[in-house]
């Protein structure tokens, strides 16, 4: 993931694992429910960052924040769907 995003070394790559990890305990001890996978991505992206705004692959940046955005609506209509077309047929 990380090389798609920014190029990443073993320091930044551990940087960005103990990064997301502590988010993750955070946001267990508030019962938050996030995302492991945007968890990371994120921790990635804010090394990258820290290299240089360029460093960081904007345009797949832009579409990961894109799917993360249409995720959540997008389940909710399908599964609208597939309940209403289900329950003709239960």
């Known amino acids: 993931m990380g090389s798609k ?3 990443v070394t073993a320091f930044e790559g551990v940087v960005a694992e103990s990064a ?3 988010t993750l305990f955070m946001t267990e001890h508030f019962k938050i429910p996030v995302s492991t996978t945007h968890t990371i991505t ?3 992206i804010g ?3 820290t ?3 360029s460093a960081v692959r904007w345009g797949v940046t832009v579409n ?3 799917a993360w955005v249409l995720t959540i609506p997008i389940s909710a209509i ?3 769907i597939i309940y209403s077309l289900l329950s ?3």
């Open 5 to 7: 995003i920014t190029k």
């Open 20 to 22: 997301g990890a502590l």
């Open 42 to 44: 994120g921790s990635i």
């Open 47 to 49: 090394v990258g960052i």
């Open 51 to 53: 290299k240089r705004v």
């Open 64 to 66: 990961l924040i894109w």
């Open 78 to 80: 399908l599964a609208g």
């Open 88 to 90: 003709l047929f239960i």
